[in-house]
């Protein structure tokens, strides 16, 4: 449970604890501008980097979907973890030894989180991996194993290059084996490494051929089984159920060994199963992975777009606007209808994928494993070189089932597949999918315009999809802040919300140097509502003479506990935004006038107030008030002189 380590070191695994080291082990940063970095955001979909981290304040912000928080919190929501596991894990690499609160309640059964659970399941994993590769070779009845492995022309040194391995037959060999090293039975349970049967536990996989597959990382986290015997009534493969690591829409088989020709080739090929991994990798193609017993979906592109995405300096194609043009995602699907399917069913979703996407399929629809058996490695590197773009593999696979040699076909033809090429939002890439379309079809390009002109203009079917975050979001690079919908945000070109704006992303980041005055603003210092109600937070956290004394992660945590769960996200983005100006040098002095500014605004609308108080009170009726009004009218006024005297 969450509260039970004990708040100070939750607060010095924060304080040691360097998010640049934790973020950039999953998310390549690149230097952006002074004290920031800026990466792909590993939770959205996106091309352009808008994922903020800053060093300094020990957060994270996206300006695309509006995720944010300190580094426990992006272990959490990256991998899955509690809190405890994710203070756990982060306290192990910067040394910090956890202490946790005595439970005062009489219940001795308050269960806490043990953070070392995930390792030890890792651990579970590894050693189960090593007990199934050792059986391959070692036993008799790993024979049909073998069998199937030579078969496919991979022997024993590539079986052990994939760590290839066999499941005993039998109910309990390896729940056995791993108890003797100390496993307990609730471990195996939870790595899904056996099963709960009505007299006990029992293995997960027994008499099958066994692939262990592993995190970006090389840690195994699940095992993919295929069946060798007649009388296993299971399914041809069989994978970890769903676990704490196991996620199966995240899992690809293969990318520990891909990894890193994924980043140095900027390509990844997506193959079908794991012999078709193995058949790729020792062909050449070494960034073949494959998923596990699901379809490609948003979360497996998230991960290799993130692997690829080197963008800036160091490689890679680079536009003119310095945005990278990223790199290749290869399908390889065997020629039949499934497969054309898939591809069609990829054509729906996210389009800035589909720019980078492309199918390869083998003439004669052999899978990758087949063509090294038959035609040898370099045809299965010819595959891969052979691919064409998405969009072509869909247009054309649709254009087959016409007859282009009559003057209807070719009409009904141009008719079905206008919308593909209308659906195409890059503008370049549209008009030369027109003149490619008129080309395959046989028809005038301008009348290949007109159509998919008319499609755009009253699409037939507006193509369905998801409302997703990164949908609406991945593309703006405006810094537009994200509130909860209790408060209503500023309209970003007013320049007393902005200047506000500035003043509290001055406080939160550097309160030592943020004059004294500041806390003695009152109330109604900040006008727009949600800037206030964090002005608010500030000042019941002690102002900035408390900010001062605190590490600048500690301050904007005191602020964000204040300010209640609401405002958080909007705090975290306040934290890590950068200023317009935060060179060293000139920092103190940038945020002063930014403070000064904000002080100028209230005074300026102070002495409006005063003004106008002034003009209703009558001289002659009330003569008191009405020099009183005119001395407060030039206290605030000499105020501002001076104010504006200081530089
Ligand atoms: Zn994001």
């Known amino acids: 449970m969450a509260g039970l380590i004990k708040r100070e070191d939750v607060e010095a695994v924060r304080e040691r604890t360097r998010i640049e080291d934790i973020v950039g082990a999953q998310v390549t940063l690149k230097p952006a501008g002074v004290g920031s970095m800026k990466g792909l955001c590993p939770f959205h979909d996106e091309r352009t980097p808008s994922f903020t981290v800053r060093p300094a304040v020990g957060r994270y912000h996206c300006f695309g979907c509006g995720e944010s ?3 426990i919190a992006f272990v959490m929501k990256l991998d899955g973890l509690s809190f405890a596991e994710a203070v756990g894990m982060l306290a192990d690499r910067c040394g910090v030894q956890l202490r946790y609160e005595e439970s005062s ?15 030890r399941l890792i651990d579970a994993n590894r050693v189960a991996a090593e007990y199934y590769a050792e059986q391959l070779f070692s036993s008799a009845e790993a024979k049909s194993g073998r069998r199937f492995l030579a078969e496919r022309s991979f022997g024993r040194a590539d079986a052990e290059k994939f760590s290839v391995g066999y499941a005993p037959s039998g109910w309990n060999h390896l729940r056995d084996y791993l108890q003797a090293k100390g496993y307990t039975q609730a471990e195996l349970l939870a790595a899904g490494l056996v099963k709960q049967g009505q007299r006990g536990p029992y293995d997960a996989f027994r008499g099958r051929l066994i692939w262990p597959i592993r995190d970006t990382s090389g840690a195994v ?13 299971g399914p041809k493969f069989l994978n970890t159920t769903e676990t704490s690591l196991y996620k ?19 390509r990844v090929v997506i193959v079908e199963g794991y012999t078709d991994v193995m058949a790729a990798h020792l062909s050449g193609v070494e960034s073949a992975v494959a998923t596990c017993g699901t379809a490609f979906g948003a979360d497996h592109a998230r991960i290799m777009r993130r692997l690829m995405g080197d963008f800036g300096a160091g490689g890679g194609l680079q536009l003119a606007s310095g945005q990278s043009l990223g790199g290749e995602v290869i399908f390889t699907f065997d020629g039949d209808a499934a497969g054309q399917k898939a591809a069609l069913r990829a054509f729906g979703e996210d389009q800035r994928f589909h720019a980078q996407t492309f199918v390869a399929v083998a003439a004669d629809g052999m899978d990758p494993c087949d063509l090294r058996i038959a035609k040898g490695p370099a045809a299965v590197r010819a595959l891969v070189d052979g691919r064409v773009p998405l969009f072509e593999f869909v247009i054309r696979t649709t254009l087959e089932r016409f007859d282009l040699n009559s003057v ?25 999918y027109v003149r490619s379309l008129a080309g395959w079809i046989g028809l005038d390009i301008e009348e290949v315009r007109r159509e ?66 500041f806390d003695m603003l009152g109330p109604s210092a900040f006008t727009t509502p949600v800037w206030r109600a964090i002005h608010d937070a500030i000042r019941a956290a002690g102002g900035v003479a408390t900010g001062r004394t605190l590490a600048t992660s500690g301050w904007v945590s005191a602020v964000e506990t204040q300010a209640g769960e609401a405002l958080s996200p909007l705090i975290n983005q306040l934290s890590v935004t950068p200023l317009p100006e935060d060179r060293e040098e000139v920092i103190g002095r ?48 000499t105020t501002r002189r001076r104010l504006r005297e200081t530089d």
Not at 113 to 119: E, M, N, S, T
Not at 248 to 266: E, F, H
């Open 221 to 233: 986290v699940g095992f993919g089984a295929r069946k060798l015997y007649e009388e296993d009534n």
């Open 408 to 432: 209807e076909g070719r009409v009904q033809a141009l008719r079905e597949t206008a919308g593909y090429v209308a659906g195409i939002r890059d503008r370049a890439m549209q008009d030369g």
């Open 590 to 637: 940038y945020v002063a006038d930014v403070i000064r500014a904000l002080r100028d605004l209230g005074l300026t609308r102070q002495i409006a107030d005063a003004r106008s108080r002034l003009m209703r009170t009558d001289a002659t009726a009330n003569p008191d008030e009405h020099r009183v009004s005119m001395e407060a009218l030039l206290a605030l006024e």
């Open 69 to 71: 928080g300190d580094a």
């Open 248 to 266: 199966k829409s995240q899992v690809l088989y293969g990318v520990d060994l891909a990894k890193k020709a994924i980043a140095r080739d900027k």
């Open 105 to 119: 309640g009489a219940s001795g059964n308050v269960r806490r989180d043990d953070p070392g659970r995930r390792q």
């Open 452 to 517: 998919v002109s008319h499609v755009v203009k009253s699409p037939r079917k507006p193509q369905e999809r998801h409302p997703a975050r990164s949908e609406v979001r991945a593309e703006s690079q405006d810094p537009a802040p994200q509130a909860s919908p209790a408060y209503h945000l500023p309209n970003p070109r007013d320049p007393v919300a902005h200047t506000e704006h500035l003043a509290l992303v001055a406080v939160l980041q550097y309160p030592q140097h943020i004059p004294e005055e």
